[in-house]
């Protein structure tokens, strides 16, 4: 079976036909990824040495990338031994992924195109996750789509909280807006993802959501809450961007944590005294000290990647960038 190494010199095996992030992930060790369908680029590494075949399209990659030998790990698997430039995550998102069940506590439609859903697993159930990670709902008729879980109860049999936007035309959409109600049966998979906190004391922490992408920014924020003074960034600020002011439907109002809120409109009236635009350049515009600062980016692709390219243009280092797009999970 071909060896994969990494660029720390850890190694795992992975069997052909199978993804390189499937195999890490099955070996006990965590790769940075999101959608795991080819579709958002969380995953990227370079190839150094070894041969892979591709199993699913990399859209996201471009020519210029293929040329320079990067692939993504979700979409290739081993054809020999490979050599990554890329490390696993550590111990820190070694949460293994399981199947629970879960009932529908509460269904609640906070805007006219999202519910915020609250799931609860048996009390002998332990899901743990890291706050920011998303999980797989296998619904009615095979559906399976993935969704941030968006409160921070890891070690707990804690309910489960998503907030989902309706998507025209959409198979689970049509569930979660017309015939979800409560007690309905469901099934969860996960939890998956690298979108979590990095240690960042003494630093500033700043958070970039659209629509829903509120949702794992939420959950972090309470870990940080949670989190004893010492051990904390030295500020916290949310951007959250939608389209009009009225779709703020969530106000982060913790006492325990001092964060700077600031809503972003991007077609507000004329009257709307806030910010206005897209929330990657409305915290440009604040001038930040991006060499002490960590952005966390969740929602739409479109935001995630200007985001991505107008911050490290301007000279945030990447790995101080973390990423999880709302990108098609079906
Ligand atoms: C890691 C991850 C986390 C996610 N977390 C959340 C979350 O917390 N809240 C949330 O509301 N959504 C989230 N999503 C998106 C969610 O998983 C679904 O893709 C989305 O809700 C649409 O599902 P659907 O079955 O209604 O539509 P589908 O039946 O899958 O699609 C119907 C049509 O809509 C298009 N479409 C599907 N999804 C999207 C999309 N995301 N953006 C634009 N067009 C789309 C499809 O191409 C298709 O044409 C997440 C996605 C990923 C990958
Ligand atoms: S492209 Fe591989 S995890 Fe998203």
Partial sequence: MPIITLANSKQYEAALGTSLLDAALSAGLVLEHSCKTGRCSSCKARVVSGHTERLRPEEVLGTVDAEQGWILTCARAALDNVTLDIEDLGDLADYPARTWPARIQQIERVLHDVVKVTLRLPPTAKLRYLPGQ???????????????????????????????????????????????????????????????????????????????????????????????????????????????????????????????????????????????????????????????????ACGSNDMIESAQHQLLAAGLPARRFHSDAFVVSG
Avoid at 202 to 212: E, K, N, Q, S, Y
Avoid at 219 to 242: F, H, I, N
Avoid at 262 to 283: D, L, N, Y
């Fill in 134 to 296: 998303y999980i797989n709902v296998l619904g009615p008729d095979g559906l399976k789509r993935a969704y941030s879980i968006a409160n921070a109860t890891p070690g707990t049999a804690g309910p489960v909280e998503l907030h989902i936007r309706a998507v025209e035309g959409g198979a689970m959409s049509a569930y979660w807006f017309g015939r979800a109600q409560a007690n309905d049966l469901l099934r969860l998979h996960g939890p998956f993802g690298t979108f979590f906190l990095r240690e960042a004391v003494g630093d500033h922490v700043v958070f970039l959501a659209t629509g829903t992408g509120i949702a794992p920014v939420k959950a972090m924020l309470e870990q940080l809450a949670a989190t004893p003074e010492d051990k904390r960034p030295a500020s916290v600020t949310v951007y959250w961007g939608c389209r009009h002011p009225e779709e703020h439907y969530w106000t982060p109002t913790d006492d325990r944590l001092s964060v700077r809120f600031v809503p972003v409109a991007s077609r507000p009236q004329e009257k709307w005294p806030g910010a206005r635009g897209h929330v990657q350049t409305v915290f440009m515009a604040d001038a930040p000290d991006l060499a002490r600062t960590w952005v966390y």
